[in-house]
């Protein structure tokens, strides 16, 4: 209480502190299954007695804490170790086992069908629109292109939400590769221009300075360190050798990777992954004059998205590229934040889910600053814990 009055906040450790302490009081006044409603009870007492760790996007507030619906949250979690470690207990004594639950993800997300802001004026027919693709593969002019790529927006939504088509979009719409800007323009024509604009007109000047401000709090690592002096160098005209590392705007989103770091990956694969392994997903760095061909050639298997840079020193890349099924996809931005908001967006216009490693800090950036099915998707209390500390 003290720290709450002091902070208006809790540190992750003394989080664990207040949640192990009520789940031990909960579990020793209504036994190792408590029932819903006292489940529910303690986690309205949390933001009760602390409003300020409250998540202001979620319809109580607390379901960080306690979600009935799912059965999620901190406290849910807690009880599920009690009870696992009562049924050992068990189990030494009566040869019993357990297993837990399975994850299922909530409607919403990149993969999800939805209603888009686009209505075209005209239909096309079906002969229309095979004549509007081949003059897409080889028109020289890229109004031209744009234009019949908007007019053939609705059969690629359909395209790329089948599953037996899907995998050919590049095939059939091969310009995403070389002329910049098509990838914004369908996320626009789904969802506007307004949402479309959210993460380059907020991360700066609403989330990047407490992004770096709550790493600060986080147990010291070297990666960590190395991504806070690169993300804020000192004002002090202090020469910081940070050539090695990435520039201040990218190694601010690098760091929500460590401040909502990727989840256990399941009973069948135990072991968290770290967050700068989880980094090697989201961005990659090429030297100017190798082999973007190479670099593709050597992919193995079928991945979800991600950056590659290219540059003479990393701190300055000079061109980004979308890797996305052994195809690379030119990003119109040649800065390291205009490029991530296009990789982004990517996943939404080819309908290819998160990978599971960046699938919390996606979530994060998805409902936080874009918006985009708040309430509807399915997010770990990290993911909305992180959000009560930067939004209050």
């Known amino acids: ?69 799912s059965g999620t949250g901190y406290l849910a979690w807690r009880i599920k170790t009690i009870q696992r470690s009562a049924a050992r207990d068990r189990q030494l004594s009566y040869g019993a086992s357990s297993e837990g639950g399975s994850r299922d993800d909530g409607p919403g997300g990149p993969v999800a069908r939805r209603e888009s802001q686009f209505i075209p004026d005209t239909v096309l027919s079906e002969d229309e629109c095979k004549e509007a693709i081949a003059l897409i593969k080889h028109s020289a002019d890229e109004d031209t292109i744009k234009k019949k790529m908007r007019l053939t927006f609705n059969f ?111 009973r069948k694969r135990p072991g968290k992954v770290s967050a700068s392994h989880a980094e090697k997903h989201l961005v990659v760095f090429k030297k100017t004059g190798t082999s973007i061909q190479e670099h593709l050639d050597a992919i193995t298997t079928s991945t979800q998205p991600y950056l590659l840079a290219v540059g003479v020193k990393k701190k300055a890349p000079h061109q ?47 409902t936080t600053v874009y918006n985009i099915d708040v309430g509807k998707v399915k997010e770990s209390p990290r993911v909305a814990e992180v959000r009560a500390r930067l939004l209050h």
Not at 10 to 27: C, Q
Not at 198 to 211: D, G, Q, Y
Not at 240 to 264: K, T
Not at 324 to 348: P, Q, V
Request: glycine residues 4%.
């Open 1 to 69: 209480m003290k720290e709450y009055t002091r902070s208006k906040s809790l540190t992750d450790e003394t989080r664990r502190k207040m949640v192990n302490i009520l789940a031990a009081d909960m579990t020793e006044k209504n036994g190792t299954s408590p029932p819903k409603q006292v489940k529910e009870m303690y986690a309205r007492g949390i933001v009760s007695l602390f409003p300020y760790l409250s998540d202001p996007f979620s319809r109580n507030g607390y379901e960080h804490y306690y979600d009935g619906e």
């Open 156 to 266: 690629r939504r359909n395209m790329v939400l089948d599953p037996q088509q899907s995998s050919n979009i590049l095939s059939v719409f091969p310009r995403f590769k070389d002329v910049k800007g098509l990838v914004e323009q369908d996320f626009v024509l789904m969802f506007g221009e307004d949402v479309s604009d959210r993460f380059l007109e907020k991360w700066v000047t609403s989330f990047k300075k407490k992004i770096i401000q709550q790493c600060r709090k986080l147990p010291s690592t070297s990666e960590l360190e190395d991504l806070l002096l690169a993300a804020d160098p000192p004002e002090d005209g202090t020469e910081v050798d940070v050539d090695l590392g990435w520039d201040s705007d990218l190694s601010s989103i690098l760091l929500l990777l460590h401040l909502i770091p990727p989840s256990a990956q399941g």
């Open 320 to 366: 980004f590229f979308i890797i996305l099924d052994k195809n690379a996809i030119a990003c119109r931005s040649t800065s390291s934040l205009g490029a991530f908001d296009e990789l982004f967006k990517a996943h939404y216009v080819f309908a290819t889910s998160y990978n599971p490693m960046l699938n919390n800090m996606f979530t994060f950036i998805q």
